[in-house]
């Protein structure tokens, strides 16, 4: 099939498989497919709703991140500043929310045991 791969936007064939980062499906490009790189972005917020990176995040996920990481030729501390800043942002969120009127709930609340190191 051709398309763009999410993880690192070629333009080609691409292959849709499930994503690592929940319940949806991305196209990758093979030799994202074979690296285990997921889209950047998708990785950021998953992670962030997870806990702080990598201290709060488990073996499986940090590999996925540092595959992502050398596919894009980022690092794992471009990585963990991406993951801090979208927890502010979801702070910030939960903030307004809450100053709306509606029940504050803290992201620690809302954050998934799934990758918690074990
Ligand atoms: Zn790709």
Redesign the pocket.
Known sequence: MQGK??????EGE?FVASSACGAMSNA??????ASG?EPWNDLVFYVSLAGHYPDQINEMYREIVRDTCK?LHKTEEEFSAAVEEEINKIDDICDMVSQIGCTSFPISDMQTNSMLPL
């Open positions: 791969c999410a993880v690192c936007g070629k691409v990758y490009c093979e030799e994202c497919l790189a596919r």
